[in-house]
């Protein structure tokens, strides 16, 4: 019986470091670099860029941590991060939830 109780007690141990240890790994393998910074994640289709102004229209399928429906919205976002992307593209990007939503991070999909 304390044999048993050893061995639950070590996987019920173990079990969160394991989980603990692969959210990050994701489609990319090990390759934490490349992960989306945290916030919403979302995807979809830049509909208008303005880079100087620091603003993206995006038209975006629903973003569950956020409870919002699909929808085509603007975001403010810094220029450095709009580096890289033009309207029509398809993307996955993440969101700083506030009051003034911000996408801090974006990427065109493969």
Do not use: R
């Not at 790994?25 to 916030?39: K, T, V, W």
């Not at 956020?66 to 398809?90: D, I, R």
């Amino acid at each position: 019986m304390k044999f048993v109780l050893a061995v639950i007690a070590t996987i019920g141990l173990a079990s969160p470091a394991f989980a603990q240890s692969n959210q990050s790994m994701g489609a990319m393998g090990s390759m934490d670099h490349m992960a989306m910074p945290a916030g919403a994640q979302g995807t979809g289709v830049i509909k208008k860029l303005d880079v100087a102004g620091g603003s993206i229209t995006l038209q975006h399928g629903p973003i569950a941590a956020l409870s919002w429906p699909a929808m085509t919205m603007s975001f403010k976002a810094k220029p450095a991060v709009l580096q890289g992307v033009k309207v029509g593209q398809k993307v996955n990007f993440t969101i700083k939830p506030g009051a003034t939503p911000e996408v801090i991070a974006i990427m065109p999909e493969m």
